[in-house]
């Protein structure tokens, strides 16, 4: 067995009127929020996609269904620690993210110092470790016309 391995994560949610809007354990000012069954982190929920697909320990909603009344409203960062944990049993830590976020609003450039730090504390990374960018998906599709915002990840773990 390889002791590196690379993970993918994809993450979608709806945009709706009153929710916080959550992004890498963030509160971003904006009239709408995502909606799902914790606090719809949807850059958070991709990160543990990736990390647990590359440690070949399944997904998000198998390790936390939306069916399990103690994840409902939970803070997605939590879970993100417990993917850590779920890691670190296996004998894995995390290398580096990289995450791209599609938003035709709200502008989230300025937000990436405080989600990297809210992120590298969880992840036990440090900033540059952890890559954010951000895109709109130029008007087109349900993305394009603000109904949503989704998020893709890719990262690295390594084998103790």
């Given at each position: 067995?390889?002791?590196?391995?690379?993970?993918?994560?994809?993450?979608?949610?709806?945009?709706v009127?009153?929710?916080?809007?959550?992004?890498?354990?963030?509160?971003i000012?904006?009239?709408?929020?995502?909606?799902?069954?914790?606090?719809?982190?949807v850059?958070?929920?991709?990160i543990?996609?990736a990390?647990?697909?590359?440690?070949?320990?399944?997904?998000i909603?198998?390790?936390?269904?939306?069916?399990?009344?103690?994840?409902?409203g939970?803070?997605?960062?939590?879970?993100?620690?417990?993917?850590?944990?779920?890691l670190?049993?296996?004998?894995?830590?995390?290398?580096?993210?990289?995450?791209?976020?599609?938003?035709?609003?709200?502008?989230?450039?300025?937000?990436?110092?405080?989600?990297?730090?809210?992120?590298?504390?969880?992840?036990?990374?440090?900033?540059?470790?952890?890559?954010?960018?951000?895109?709109?998906?130029?008007?087109?599709?349900?993305?394009?016309?603000?109904?949503?915002?989704?998020a893709?990840?890719?990262?690295?773990i390594?084998?103790a």
């Amino acid at each position: 067995m390889t002791k590196i391995r690379v993970g993918t994560g994809i993450d979608f949610h709806r945009l709706v009127n009153g929710r916080p809007l959550i992004i890498g354990g963030v509160n971003i000012p904006y009239s709408k929020g995502l909606v799902g069954h914790s606090d719809a982190d949807v850059l958070t929920h991709s990160i543990c996609d990736a990390l647990l697909g590359a440690a070949g320990l399944g997904d998000i909603g198998t390790h936390f269904p939306d069916s399990d009344e103690r994840y409902h409203g939970i803070e997605s960062l939590k879970l993100l620690k417990q993917v850590i944990a779920i890691l670190a049993k296996a004998g894995y830590h995390t290398v580096n993210v990289d995450s791209s976020l599609i938003a035709q609003e709200p502008k989230l450039t300025p937000y990436f110092p405080a989600m990297k730090r809210r992120l590298g504390n969880v992840l036990h990374l440090s900033s540059e470790c952890i890559g954010l960018k951000a895109t709109t998906s130029e008007g087109m599709g349900a993305l394009g016309r603000g109904e949503g915002i989704a998020a893709t990840c890719v990262c690295l773990i390594e084998k103790a």
